[in-house]
């Protein structure tokens, strides 16, 4: 059973960063397409980034293209999403997610899920 663990939340002004961390166990992170989805009070769960497992390809939401980076540790067995230019509406409970395959936008097809870390950005 693959588990993952995110840190790295917080609450930031508008403008500023934060880089979240998602530890994963169980698993080689490299065989793993890895995703970071997030959800803000009251509505639905969203795609943020996912990067690939065997390519290391990387596909962003085009809310966040330019300003968030999703990188892998393989020698950590670990995935990052770096954000930079944090805006309010990037307020929401952030998590990451194992796929067993290639990676999806969609968050149902994920397998494992860690237990999420809150962003908080003030205006």
């Known amino acids: 059973q693959v588990q993952l663990v995110e840190s790295g939340g917080g609450l930031v002004q508008a403008g500023g960063s934060l880089r979240l961390s998602c530890a994963v166990s169980?698993?080689?992170?490299?065989?793993?397409?890895m995703g970071w989805f997030r959800q803000a009070p009251g509505k639905e769960r969203e795609f943020v980034a996912l990067?690939?497992?065997?390519?290391?390809?990387?596909y962003y939401a085009d809310s966040v293209k330019g300003r968030f980076t999703i990188t892998r540790d393989n020698a950590k067995n670990t995935v990052y999403l770096q954000m930079n230019s944090l805006k309010p509406e990037d307020t929401a409970v952030y998590s990451c997610?194992?796929?067993?395959?290639?990676?999806?936008?969609?968050?149902?097809?994920?397998?494992?899920w860690g237990q999420g870390t809150q962003v908080t950005v003030s205006s």
């Open positions: 169980k698993r080689t992170v490299s065989t793993l397409a």
């Open positions: 990067i690939r497992r065997s390519t290391g390809d990387r």
């Open positions: 997610a194992a796929h067993g395959r290639f990676g999806d936008t969609k968050w149902s097809t994920y397998d494992y």
